[in-house]
């Protein structure tokens, strides 16, 4: 099985989203919601319109674990669904196939997000890179395992760390 890895590099995040939004604002929102909530992939896709239009914070119940999630929508991300959603109905699903109006499929998202990753440079990209670039990014703001692994209902801080790659990045800096 694969390891990917969060993206570190905020250049190759917006370079990532130039690439999406050029070729679909569902697949641009979709990567921009993932790196910002840190959903589970299946819980992203079961996002309904309605879930997040006009809202600063979003509470869901995770499919995975049962338990209520919570995260912060920021004024430029609600902008961003605004924009995105005008001609979308509230219980419409955010990011649907073109073709059966259902949530995309988690293949079609990864090949989505390989594809731009290529195209941006990137390798052991998949679809727990969303989830992944989000703690990555939430731990080197904040230096917070523990409100991290809460959100991400991890056993341990150890674990989480592990999880988005820091102490890969540790060993790196040790040799």
Do not use: C
Not at 4 to 13: A, F, H, L, M, Y
Not at 98 to 116: D, H
Request: glycine share 6%.
């Amino acid at each position: 099985m694969q390891v990917v890895q969060p993206i570190r590099d905020q250049e190759k995040i917006e370079e990532i989203q130039e690439i999406l939004k050029r070729q679909s604002m569902r697949d641009w929102l979709l990567f921009t919601v993932g790196i910002h909530s840190g959903l589970h992939l299946s819980d992203l896709l079961k996002l309904r319109v309605g879930d997040l239009k006009g809202k600063s914070k979003v509470t869901i119940q995770e499919g995975k674990t049962g338990k209520s999630k919570s995260f912060l929508v920021s004024s430029q991300l609600r902008d961003w669904v605004e924009e995105y959603v005008v001609h979308m109905d509230d219980y419409d699903f955010l990011f649907p196939s073109q073709r059966t109006g259902k949530p995309i499929k988690r293949i079609r998202v990864y090949r989505i997000l390989n594809e731009a990753a290529k195209q941006a440079g990137l390798q052991d990209i998949g679809t727990h890179t969303l989830r992944k670039t989000f703690g990555y990014h939430y731990y080197q703001k904040t230096k917070n395992v523990s409100v991290l692994r809460e959100l991400f209902n991890h056993s341990a801080p150890s674990v989480t760390l592990k999880y988005i790659g820091m102490q890969a990045d540790k060993r790196l800096a040790e040799l």
